[in-house]
C-alpha cells in the first residue's frame, strides 16, 4: 500500500477500508517477523457525562480544550489532530459516553499523546478495566472462542507500598505496560512482591487451569491484559487494564466489533455502579417535600489478607501526602485508630468529591449523587494493582464481580451492528 | 490533630450514623452487619417534622400534660412488606418526668401511637403496628425505661392513646458495638432479645463509621464530639471546593453559595432545616471555614478569592497556570489549622442570609 496520510481519508467508509489494507499488511509482516509500521491500536476514553458531551460540536469543545482539533467526517467520526502530534488518529463516539480513538502511531507516542490531554481533563478518562472486570470478561473469552485457540493474558501486581519503594514509584508516572527486557542483569534489587508475567496457552488450557492457580497464588488475580482471539482469523484484539487496545488481527471491522463489545458492557457496569452507588437525600414519595430519606448504597473493597501496620501507614502516607500519587486521590486523613482513618476527599482525576473508610482490613466508601462510576473502578482497579490483587469489592451488598456478569447480559457479540 | 472522643456512645450523631448504618445494604462477614437492612427495615425518613393531631394536643392541654407540638423523631424506619414504623430518638442519657425531654418523649409516643398512620399521612391500613425506640447508651437503659413507662401510664391514664416504647442500648466492648434489645423491641425488628453485636472494633481504635450526617447544630454534645464533627463537616466543605475549582475550565470565574456548599457537605440535608437559628449557625459556620480558605488562597495567588454579599464566594481563574496555582493553595489548607472550639461570629449580613434561604425555601 501506498503511504496514506489520515488527511486524505474523507469518510467512514475509506477509514474501514485503510485499516482493514493497514491490518493485513501489518499481519503478513508479523509472519515474517519484521514490522515495518505500528500495529493499529484504539484508546477507549470516557467522557464525563454532562450536556457537552450529548452534541457533535460539544465534543469537539471538550476536545479543543485540551489542545485537540477534531475534524468532522460524519456525524460522530473525526479526525483528530493536535499541534504537537500532527495527524493522532480518528476519534469516534460508539457510546454516549465512550468514544475511540483509532491510531497508528507508535505505541509510545500514542500513549505519551493521549496522556498527556487525559491527564489535564477532568472530563475524559481512561476506561478503567480493574483484574475483576477482565475476570468476567475472561469468561466470556472463554465461551466465544474454541478451546484450541491461543489467548494471552498479562498479570501486573506490584506491593509499592511494601517496603523500600524509592519516592519516585509512589507518585503517578507513565502507565507500566509488560515489556519484555534484555536488561536483567540491571535489575534493581528490591524486595516486595511483584508479578508481571505474560501467559499464552490455548483457551481450553488456560480455562482448565485458571481458577485454581489464582486460589493458589493470589497475584493471578490482577490481569492486566488479555486478548480476545479474532474469529475471524489469526490473532486477536489485546485490551490494556487503561483501555488501550492493540489490533493483532488481519480484520480492523473485528477489531471495532470487540471493542463495541466491550464498552456496551463498561457503558451498562458504568450506569449500574451510578444507579446504586449514589447517595443523595432523596423525598420520600409517600407526601413530597415533606419526608426525605437516604438512598444509595457504599461501595466495599475487602483485602484478602489484612494490610501490617506499616504498609497501612505507607500506603497512606504515600496517598495523602503527595499531590501525584497513584491512587490520584487527595484529603487529610482524620487517624480514627493504628490501622483506620477516615477521608472526605477528592478523586484527582475526575474531581469528584468521594468519603473513605480505610484500614488495614479493606476500604469503604461513599460516593455522593453524581460522582462518576469510573471513581469506583479507579479505587477497584489500584487496589489491586498496588494492594491487593485478591481483594473482593462490593456495591451494597452485590458483589462488584456480580455485576459486571449482569452487565454482560444481552450485550450482542456480533458484527457490524453498528 | 484533631483528639477523638472516647465516649462515642453517647454521641447522638454516633448514634444517628449508627441507626443508619445499620439499614445499608452490606456484604456478609463485613465490619458492618446490617440488622435492621437483613430483616427488612430502611429509612423511611430522616428527622421529619411531626405533629400529634390537634384533638390530642386538646386534651393533653384539658389533663395539663405539657408536650411539644411539633418535633423530629431522628429517624423514621418502616419495614414495607410487614407496614411496621419505628419513630427512632437517639439520646446521650436518660431523663426524668419533669424535664424539658419528657415534653418532647410525650408527643413521640403520641405520634408513634396507634394514630402514627395520620401523623404521617397515610391511610389507616398502611400501617399495621408501630413502635418509638429510643438509642440510648446501654448503662442508661434501665432508667429510660423506667421514665417511658411513667410517661405512657400518665399519657394512657388521660385517654391519650401512646406508642408501644423500646430502649435500644449501644454497649461497646473492646471487640465490638452492639444493641442490646428487650422482648418487646425484640418481636418488632426480628432480632434475638439480648446483645445483638453489629461492629467490629480493633483495638484502640475508634468504632465510628464514616458518618452520613456529619453534623447536626441541633444536637447537645460535648465539646471534643463537636470538634470532630466540626471538622468531618468542613473538610466535607473543603472537598465540595476542590471538586468544582478542579472541574472547571479556566478563564473562568466561579460562583460557591454557600446553601450550594452546605447542602452539598450534607446531603442535601442543609436544605431541610426550617429552624431559622440553626440554618443560620450553619452559615455561619460556613462563612467561618470560607474565610479561613478566602485567606489561604489569597496568600498564594491574591485576589484571586472574593467574598460576595450576601452569601457568595467568586474565585477566578484566569488560566491553565492561576488555576494549578488556586488548586495548591485550597488543597494544602488544612482546617486543623483552625481552632474547631470557637463559636462562629455573628455576621453583618445574617439578617439578609436569612431573608435569602426563606425566599429559595
Not at chain 1, 49 to 72: A, F, K
Not at chain 1, 220 to 227: E, G, H, K, N, T
Not at chain 1, 319 to 340: D, V
Request: with cysteine.
Amino acid at each position: 500500500m501506498t503511504e496514506t496520510t489520515l488527511r486524505q481519508i474523507r469518510d467512514r467508509h475509506q477509514i474501514i477500508r485503510f485499516f482493514d489494507g493497514y491490518a493485513i499488511e501489518r499481519m503478513e509482516e508479523l509472519d515474517e517477523r519484521k514490522l515495518k509500521r505500528p500495529l493499529v491500536k484504539s484508546q477507549l476514553l470516557e467522557i464525563l457525562d454532562g450536556d457537552e458531551v450529548r452534541t457533535p460540536q460539544g465534543l469537539q469543545t471538550i476536545l479543543s480544550r485540551r489542545g485537540v482539533h477534531l475534524e468532522p467526517l460524519d456525524e460522530w467520526l473525526f479526525l483528530a489532530t493536535d499541534r504537537q502530534t500532527g495527524e493522532i488518529g480518528f476519534l469516534e463516539r460508539l457510546r454516549p459516553r465512550i468514544v475511540a480513538i483509532y491510531s497508528t502511531m507508535k505505541s509510545d507516542d500514542f500513549r505519551r499523546c493521549i496522556r498527556h490531554f487525559v491527564l489535564r481533563s477532568p472530563e475524559i478518562d481512561h476506561v478503567l478495566l480493574s483484574g475483576l472486570t477482565f475476570g468476567v470478561l475472561w469468561e466470556l473469552v472463554a465461551r466465544l472462542s474454541r478451546p484450541h485457540r491461543f489467548t494471552r493474558l498479562v498479570f501486573t501486581h506490584d506491593s509499592i507500598f511494601d517496603i523500600d519503594s524509592a519516592s519516585s514509584e509512589l507518585e503517578e508516572g507513565e502507565e507500566e505496560t509488560f515489556q519484555d527486557s534484555g536488561e536483567e542483569e540491571l535489575e534493581q534489587v528490591i524486595e516486595r512482591r511483584a508479578t508481571s508475567f505474560r501467559l499464552i496457552d490455548r483457551v481450553g488450557v488456560i480455562q482448565e487451569k485458571l481458577e485454581a492457580l489464582q486460589k493458589l497464588y493470589s497475584p493471578l488475580y490482577a490481569i492486566s491484559q488479555m486478548r480476545f482471539p479474532s474469529p475471524v482469523g489469526r490473532g486477536g484484539h489485546d485490551f490494556y487494564d487503561n483501555g488501550r487496545v492493540t489490533n493483532r488481527s488481519e480484520s480492523f471491522r473485528d477489531h471495532r466489533s470487540h471493542l463495541l463489545f466491550v464498552v456496551r458492557i463498561y457503558e451498562q457496569l458504568l450506569k449500574s455502579t451510578e444507579e446504586q452507588a449514589w447517595y443523595s437525600i432523596q423525598e420520600s414519595v409517600a407526601v413530597p417535600g415533606q419526608f426525605r430519606k437516604i438512598v444509595g448504597a457504599p461501595v466495599v473493597i475487602r483485602f484478602r489478607e489484612p494490610l501490617t501496620p506499616s504498609v497501612f501507614d505507607y500506603w497512606i502516607a504515600a496517598t495523602f501526602e503527595r499531590k501525584r500519587n497513584r491512587f490520584r486521590l487527595w484529603g487529610h486523613p482524620i487517624r480514627l485508630g493504628p490501622t483506620k482513618v477516615h477521608v472526605y476527599g477528592v478523586d484527582r482525576h475526575l474531581w469528584q468529591p468521594l468519603f473513605l473508610e480505610l484500614t488495614a482490613k479493606g476500604c469503604t466508601a461513599i460516593i455522593p449523587n453524581g460522582t462518576c462510576g469510573n471513581t469506583v473502578h479507579r479505587l477497584v482497579t489500584n487496589i489491586q494493582r498496588y494492594l491487593d490483587p485478591g481483594a473482593e469489592a462490593f456495591i451494597g451488598d452485590k458483589p462488584y464481580k456480580q455485576m459486571v456478569e449482569e452487565s454482560t447480559q444481552g450485550i450482542p457479540y456480533d458484527l457490524d451492528t453498528e | 490533630m484533631t483528639s477523638i472522643p472516647s465516649e462515642p456512645l453517647k454521641d447522638p450523631l454516633f448514634q444517628l450514623n449508627a441507626v443508619l448504618w445499620l439499614t445499608q445494604p452490606l456484604p456478609d462477614g463485613g465490619e458492618i452487619i446490617p440488622l435492621l437492612y437483613a430483616r427488612g427495615f430502611t429509612v423511611y425518613a430522616i428527622a421529619p417534622l411531626l405533629g400529634p393531631p390537634p384533638d390530642l394536643r386538646l386534651a393533653a392541654q384539658q389533663a395539663q400534660i405539657s408536650m411539644q407540638d411539633m418535633i423530629r423523631p431522628d429517624v423514621v424506619l418502616t419495614h414495607e412488606g410487614d407496614r411496621k414504623f419505628a419513630f427512632t430518638e437517639c439520646k446521650a442519657s436518660s431523663f426524668s418526668p419533669t424535664s424539658s425531654a419528657a415534653e418532647q418523649a410525650r408527643s413521640l409516643l403520641v405520634v408513634a401511637g396507634p394514630r402514627a398512620a395520620e401523623v404521617l399521612g397515610l391511610a389507616p391500613g398502611d400501617i399495621s403496628e408501630s413502635l418509638l425506640a429510643f438509642v440510648i447508651p446501654e448503662d442508661e437503659e434501665k432508667l429510660l425505661a423506667r421514665t417511658l413507662a411513667n410517661l405512657h401510664e400518665e399519657l394512657e391514664g388521660n385517654r391519650l392513646p401512646a406508642a408501644q416504647f423500646s430502649v435500644l442500648g449501644l454497649q461497646l466492648t473492646d471487640t465490638d458495638v452492639s444493641i442490646v434489645i428487650n422482648d418487646l423491641g425484640s418481636a418488632f425488628f426480628a432480632l434475638p432479645s439480648g446483645t445483638n453485636p453489629f461492629m467490629k472494633r480493633e483495638p484502640d481504635t475508634d468504632p465510628r463509621p464514616l458518618y452520613f450526617i456529619p453534623y447536626d447544630p441541633d444536637v447537645v454534645h460535648s465539646e471534643q464530639e463537636k470538634v470532630l464533627s466540626k471538622r468531618a463537616l468542613f473538610e466535607r466543605m473543603q472537598s465540595t471546593i476542590v471538586a468544582a475549582t478542579g472541574r472547571a475550565n479556566p478563564p473562568t470565574e466561579l460562583a460557591l453559595e454557600s446553601q450550594k456548599i452546605l447542602n452539598d457537605a450534607m446531603f442535601g440535608m442543609y436544605g431541610h432545616w426550617e429552624n431559622r437559628e440553626s440554618a443560620r449557625h450553619m452559615r455561619r459556620l460556613c462563612r467561618q471555614f470560607m474565610d479561613a480558605l478566602t485567606q489561604a488562597v489569597n496568600a498564594v495567588v491574591l485576589g484571586a478569592m472574593v467574598f460576595q454579599p450576601v452569601e457568595v464566594w467568586k474565585i477566578s481563574l484566569e488560566n491553565e497556570e492561576q488555576h494549578e496555582r488556586v488548586i495548591d493553595a485550597l488543597t494544602r489548607f488544612s482546617c486543623e489549622t483552625l481552632d474547631l472550639r470557637t463559636e462562629p461570629q455573628p455576621g453583618l449580613f445574617d439578617d439578609l442570609e436569612d431573608r435569602g434561604s426563606v425566599q429559595q425555601d
